[in-house]
């Protein structure tokens, strides 16, 4: 039945008695409406019916015909998320269509020929806010605080080399191909991507063979999700065409390090998230994601290289977006300038589990002062400066930081503070009063056994350093609560 026939029956009048509405139940009325949602409503793009037939047809219906155009514009919007995926698809691909220039180029190698598309971007290119250059600016010992990883502190920020792949799918191991693999470099102050594209599966020893001359010159490798996902396909890859592996020298996954520093904002290290509001990038006409497989799975059947062409560009913004955010993240943490104060205590997290107590306990300050509107996040960023400050012997600094805290806080985090403080005021401070004065509200911290035992040996230990307390009426019993 072609799509003008399906039309023609939607717009048609409905007859039907007061028994036949949408309300009616049982397997016949169920029956019914699955078979009208199984009928296309409208083509994408297509106008919608004449108002003269869709009054006439509710004038018709009868009784429960109100519910008719409800019901019609529901179908319509399963019908277009059904079919949206299938119509992107080929909205990319019309979009490459009849432009002339190809996609990608051939290239004879020792191993083979490789397919590849070779783009530079220039020294003042921003991706939003972001200069891409800042990469080069970053620091060895920086980067190595960010990753949490000792193993960069030596590498050379102009030797790094990019890399993000595009794959069939998302499940790994050997059932998933990568059929475009971009790699990055900086030649001079300009980013030079180089983006190999495998055209018939089996032939991915040039590539496999390029990326493994690329990486041999590099400092350290950059990506994201790269650890879990991209390289150890890649590495399955050589195995499987009995290739040796070759292991990066270092590798900056920038995932893990987006996961620490921006787990206080709603999108967490969403990469989106990441892309849009916090460097202020927002892509027009990208292909999703989820649609890149079959693309790929088109251009296979099709010989089609304008298939390729959009997946290749979502390519590159993802190998720009890398160099972008590696810097962005380079030069907040050194210059301690980050604007909003879920970041800076994002950043001063890194720095105090990095050892680098200064830089924290600036970044954790700041973000209590500037982020006190959101009591939580005051107490956490005071918490913080207060186990920094701990940890440096500064025991008065961090008593101040804590009770700071304990006047924002609530619930379990509030308990946990009053903890800190017993323990501070009873092994550090000697004042036994103080502690037990905390004491009384570590129950949720701890649990109600190890409370109970606290305030008994507190209060015992009280008595003792007082004992003319009970004889002057200053000890109460103490009973958890």
């Given amino acids: 039945m072609d799509l003008k026939t399906k039309l023609s029956r939607l717009t048609a009048p409905v007859r039907r008695t007061p028994a036949q509405t949408y309300g009616a ?20 793009g297509a106008p919608p019916p004449p108002a003269a037939a869709r009054s006439v047809a509710t004038e ?11 019901r019609a514009a529901d179908i319509r919007r399963r019908l277009a998320a059904l079919t949206a995926k299938s119509h992107a698809v080929q909205t990319a691909a019309r979009a490459v269509q009849g432009r ?106 040039p590539m496999l063979r390029a990326l493994e001359e690329r990486l041999a010159v590099a400092s350290c490798l950059v990506s994201y ?62 292909v999703p994601g989820e649609q890149i497989p079959e693309l790929y799975f088109r251009y296979l059947r099709t010989g089609n290289d304008a298939l390729v062409a959009p997946v290749l560009d979502h390519n590159a913004h993802d190998m720009v977006l890398l160099a972008a955010l590696l810097g962005w993240l380079a030069r907040q943490f050194r ?35 500037r982020g006190a509107a959101d ?44 903890l800190e403080l017993a323990k501070l005021y009873e092994h550090r401070l000697g004042d036994v009063g103080r502690a037990l004065d905390h004491a009384r509200y570590t129950q949720l911290a701890e649990g109600p056994t190890a409370h109970r035992r606290r305030l008994e040996r507190l209060e015992a230990k009280w008595m003792r350093s007082a004992p003319d307390a009970r004889q002057l009426g200053l000890m109460v019993p103490i009973r958890p609560r």
């Fill in 25 to 44: 139940s049982g397997p016949h009325a169920r029956a019914e409406v699955t078979a009208q949602a199984a009928v296309p409503m409208t083509a994408p």
């Fill in 60 to 70: 018709e219906a009868g009784p429960g015909s109100a519910d008719v155009p409800d």
């Fill in 100 to 205: 002339g220039a190809p996609f990608f180029e051939t290239r004879e190698t020792p191993h083979g020929p490789i397919h590849l598309r070779d783009t530079l971007f220039p020294a003042d290119h921003r991706h939003g806010r972001a200069p891409v250059r800042a990469a080069l600016e970053a620091e060895p010992g920086h980067l190595a605080a960010l990753a949490l990883d000792e193993s960069l502190r030596g590498v050379d920020p102009r030797g790094m080399l990019l890399i993000d792949t595009e794959t069939t799918g998302l499940a790994g191991g050997t059932g998933t191909l990568p059929f475009v693999i971009g790699l990055g470099w900086f030649e001079g102050e300009c980013l030079r991507v180089q983006q190999l594209v495998l055209r018939r599966p089996g032939e991915e020893a």
């Fill in 225 to 286: 999700n790269g650890k879990t996902f991209d390289w150890p396909l890649l590495r399955n890859r050589f195995v499987m065409y009995r290739l040796k592996a070759p292991d990066p020298k270092a590798h900056f996954d920038l995932l893990h390090c987006a996961r620490r520093i921006f787990k206080w904002r709603d999108g967490g290290a969403k990469l989106t998230h990441i892309e849009e509001r916090i460097l202020g990038h927002v892509r027009r006409g990208d």
């Fill in 335 to 369: 210059d301690a300038t980050a604007d909003d104060p879920r970041d800076q205590l994002g950043y001063a997290t890194v720095a105090a589990r990095a050892g680098d107590a200064e830089r924290a306990l600036a970044f954790a300050r700041s973000a209590a002062i």
């Fill in 375 to 418: 009591r939580v996040l005051c107490a956490e960023a005071l918490a913080l400066a207060a186990h920094v400050s701990r940890r440096k012997g500064d025991v008065l600094a961090a008593v101040d930081a804590l009770r700071a805290a304990v006047r924002v806080a609530s619930g379990e985090l509030l308990a946990s503070l009053h």
